[in-house]
């Protein structure tokens, strides 16, 4: 059975600065793909990034960018320039590819992005 | 946006009535799912679907029942609620690039609250 570890449940940043949010996750399997994503106060499930297992390029999108061990089997989300709109819970999430595959999600780490 | 809606939204019930909650699509995606989210826990996935009158049990399936009789339709059924069931729901689609199941997006969710 795969596991998310998401170990630190809450973190604080100042607006504008740089925070790491944390993610391991163990599996046997080599082909995956990993997942963060958003919930914001509204509930709503936003999907931040994706990384597939055989890429070696960490994943990119605008200020959100990911770090990427596969070795040390960790998967961490880097948040650039924070703004008071990231103020969210953010889960870590990991599926291996093929068919009726299932998304096993971490359990969650608060971010305060603080004025 | 992903065009998946879920009704209602929120409902509150009495332990051992019977609940049905609606999960609707708009873009033909194959695969949908349901998951509960509760503190503490993330979301753990209760039933997914991989076609019409295709299911399969997530890892907290007891107490619950799902039916797909058409594509764009994903009902999640509490035979006799109780209140280990309050919880917010989420249903899910698959990738609607169609290249693969493996991005889920998800409904705004439905709060239930069973007294």
């Known amino acids: 059975a795969q596991t998310v570890t998401q170990s630190q449940p809450e973190m604080s940043v100042q607006e504008a600065e740089t925070v790491t949010l944390s993610c391991t996750y163990d599996?046997?399997?080599?082909?995956?793909?990993l997942f963060w994503y958003k919930q914001p106060p509204s509930r709503q499930m936003i999907l931040v990034i994706r990384?597939?297992?055989?890429?070696?390029q960490n994943a990119t999108e605008n200020r959100f960018s990911v770090n990427f061990q596969k070795a040390a089997k960790s998967f961490s989300l880097k948040i650039s320039d924070s703004q008071l709109g990231d103020t969210a819970m953010y889960f870590c999430?990991?599926?291996?590819?093929?068919?009726?595959?299932?998304?096993?999600f971490g359990k969650g780490i608060t971010l305060s992005v603080r004025p | 946006d992903a065009g998946i809606t879920q009704s209602p939204r929120h409902k509150v019930t009495e332990t051992g009535t019977p609940v049905t909650l609606r999960c609707h699509q708009t873009?033909?995606?194959?695969?949908m799912y349901w998951y509960r989210q509760d503190p503490g826990h993330g979301l753990r996935l209760i039933h997914y679907?991989?076609?019409?009158?295709?299911?399969d049990k997530g890892e907290v399936s007891d107490g619950y029942s799902v039916s797909r009789s058409k594509t764009e339709d994903f009902l999640l059924t509490l035979e006799s609620a109780t209140s280990s069931q309050t919880s917010v729901y989420f249903c899910?689609?698959?990738?609607?690039?169609?290249?693969?199941?493996?991005?889920?997006?998800f409904g705004p969710g439905t709060r239930l609250l069973v007294l």
């Open positions: 899910a689609i698959s990738d609607p690039l169609g290249g693969g199941q493996e991005t889920q997006y």
């Open positions: 599996t046997s399997e080599s082909n995956y793909y």
């Open positions: 990384q597939e297992a055989y890429k070696q």
């Open positions: 999430a990991f599926m291996i590819t093929g068919a009726n595959s299932k998304l096993t």
């Open positions: 873009e033909n995606h194959r695969y």
């Open positions: 679907s991989y076609g019409v009158k295709d299911t």
